[in-house]
């Protein structure tokens, strides 16, 4: 199938040939948009999750919001088939004059068949590859620190759920493996590296995220790349914020105590002989 990549399952299909009931049950949650390419005016039709369907089921450390009924990250980044401009899907149309001269410069003409998005549900394989194509059109526009950030972290979600799902499926997934953990780590990398730069030249709020709320996504990406010290400032200045969301502090004081102990554990020398 067009958009697969390694590691990744077939579509489910019951014994007539027809969708399974998974996809079925995804596809009701969907809607269309039609959009107009703010790069090359290409008209396009997209599916979005309909308001109120998906369902949440908490959030991970690091802010990557969980539902229990559909993975709402496939469905975050919108990309031109026509030019290769890609972008979230909240910010799509925002494109200024100058980015569009630049994007349109630099347009990468697609000439595989695209996903009848019409029909059918988005598959990780395409939306990771809607992501990369965002990532790039960042880099082209010279998009702020914060938005590459942002873009990185979201794409870093998805291969996360992606490996999710296909060992729920009764798939192996290995560290090197498109969507494994390594590139997962790299791209949290990029994320981190953005989100500093942000956090300090970028006014609040940053991608709608008070300061405290930043504060504590640097404490805890730094802690997933194991950089325990700058972790534990990060994770104090989101604790003195008085104004912190009562839906993180909780979150940040369980990062601080872990940070805490992994500190101990590194300072703990054996005796020797």
């Known amino acids: 199938m067009r958009g697969q990549l390694p590691g990744s399952p077939p579509p489910s299909k019951d014994k007539n040939g027809e969708k399974g009931r998974n996809e079925l049950d995804e596809l009701d949650l969907l809607l269309d948009r039609n959009y107009v390419c703010p790069v090359c005016d290409n008209e396009l039709k997209v599916k979005d999750i309909r308001p109120g369907k998906a369902r949440p089921n908490g959030m991970d450390m690091d802010l990557r919001p969980r539902f229990m009924n559909i993975d709402v990250l ?86 996360r759920g992606w490996r999710e799902k296909l060992r729920e499926d009764g798939f192996m997934v ?66 003195f914020d008085r104004g912190l969301k009562p839906n993180i502090r909780p979150m940040a004081e369980d990062l601080r105590d872990d940070i805490r102990a992994k500190r101990r554990a590194m300072q703990y020398k054996e005796p020797a002989d």
């Open 74 to 159: 496939k469905y975050r980044v919108i990309e031109c088939p026509a030019c290769g401009y890609a972008d979230l899907s909240k910010t799509f149309t925002r494109v200024m004059e100058k980015e569009r001269k630049v994007l349109l410069e630099k347009r990468i003409r697609y000439e595989q068949e695209k996903p009848s998005e019409e029909e059918y549900v988005r598959e990780y394989a395409d939306a990771y590859r809607y992501y990369k194509s965002a990532l790039r059109s960042c880099l082209i526009r010279g998009a702020k620190s914060s938005k590459r950030g942002l873009t990185a972290l979201y794409a870093a979600w998805l291969l």
């Open 174 to 239: 290995a560290p090197n493996d498109v969507m494994g953990i390594d590139e997962e780590r790299k791209l949290i990398k990029y994320a981190l590296r953005n989100l500093k730069d942000a956090d300090k030249s970028e006014k609040y709020p940053i991608n709608e995220m008070d300061e405290g709320t930043l504060q504590y996504l640097l404490a805890a990406l730094c802690y997933m790349q194991d950089e325990i010290n700058e972790a534990y400032g990060y994770v104090s200045k989101a604790l």
